[in-house]
């Protein structure tokens, strides 16, 4: 709770059972493990950091190029470069607890097992708010298919993640919004024991090179993320929640500004990452942050939770 203009705010926030100060987070994949952006502000002023995903063992990613400007946003294919799980459990997120900052790990594998061995290992350390589990990844058992398009892989990775971590640590589920039947899929992987959704990945997209007439990216397809694709993760979230008023939702997708996190609030999510728009302002969560108080309190809300889905009311404007 703070004091603003002589009035109590409260601006927290929760994603099952972990509590935040505030609702904006980094998200996954953009800030690696937070020390670029630490150069520019303490790490603790913001909700939480959303680590990059990591897997069980290092990963090389996609060949190059994997970075193209798009309209209103950018196409990237990184392809979860990352140290893997014990180099990053030894030292990034040590480095994080020193910061105080709250920490989010997302988790990334290829097989449900994967999945399973690394929730166990991300279990065993102290100092994790909670666990995102990063759905929106081929399953290497099942032809290449994304475990997030597949409701029944979807649900046996979740269910094995929570027979790991028990009641220890909330866990998020990353869903991706390129399938058909979003609340399905959302309500599969709350009954297999997820207790908060990310919404949304980044959509699939391509970029041709019309001089070289070949793709641009090194991996062909990337993600798309930046404004262009806010819509849809307004979509996405309200439909969410409409279907799931009672499940935390961290939003996520194309917000550069208070406003734009008061649009993903107001469709019913209970937080908001921000990624690509750290590209071009290192400040932007910060910015974000104090825009979306202020506009909050200017609406007349009191506190953050009262904003959460208010755009699903049914009263007579």
Request: proline share 6%; charged share 15%.
């Amino acid at each position: 709770m703070t004091l603003i203009n002589g009035e109590n705010f409260d601006f927290a926030t929760t994603l099952g059972n972990a509590y935040f100060a505030s609702p904006i987070f980094t998200a996954s994949g953009c800030a690696s493990s937070g020390k670029e952006l630490a150069q520019f502000f303490p790490l603790n002023q913001i909700g939480a950091v959303v680590t990059k995903s990591v897997m069980n063992k290092p990963r090389h990613g996609r060949p190059t190029p994997r970075m193209a400007e798009t309209p209103s946003g950018m196409l990237n294919s990184i392809g979860l470069q990352g140290p893997g799980i014990d180099a990053f459990l030894a030292n990034d997120v040590p480095w994080l607890i020193e910061e105080k900052a709250r920490v989010i790990v997302s988790i990334a594998g290829e097989t449900v097992e994967e999945y399973a061995t690394l929730a166990r290992k991300v279990r065993s350390v102290a100092g994790i708010s909670a666990l995102e589990v990063n759905i929106s990844c081929p399953n290497v058992e099942n032809r290449g298919l994304v475990f997030a398009c597949d409701p029944e892989a979807s649900r046996r990775v979740i269910d094995g993640v929570r027979r790991i971590i028990g009641g220890d640590l909330p866990i998020i589920a990353k869903l991706s919004p390129d399938v058909t039947d979003l609340p399905s899929i959302a309500a599969g992987v709350v009954e297999s024991g997820a207790d908060a959704l990310a919404l949304i990945n980044t959509v699939l997209g391509m970029v041709i090179n019309v001089d070289s007439m070949r793709p641009h990216l090194g991996g062909k397809t990337g993600g798309l993320s930046g404004p262009a694709i806010r819509p849809v993760a307004v979509r996405a979230i309200y439909q969410v929640h409409q279907a799931l008023p009672n499940v935390p939702i961290l939003g996520m997708g194309g917000v550069t500004s208070g406003r734009d996190a008061f649009e993903l609030i107001l469709a019913g999510a209970s937080g908001v990452s921000v990624g690509t728009a750290s590209f071009g302002n290192p400040h932007a969560l910060i910015d974000i942050q104090n825009q979306l108080q202020q506009l909050l309190i200017s609406k007349g809300f009191t506190s953050l939770k009262s904003a959460i889905g208010y755009a699903h009311r049914t009263d007579t404007p």
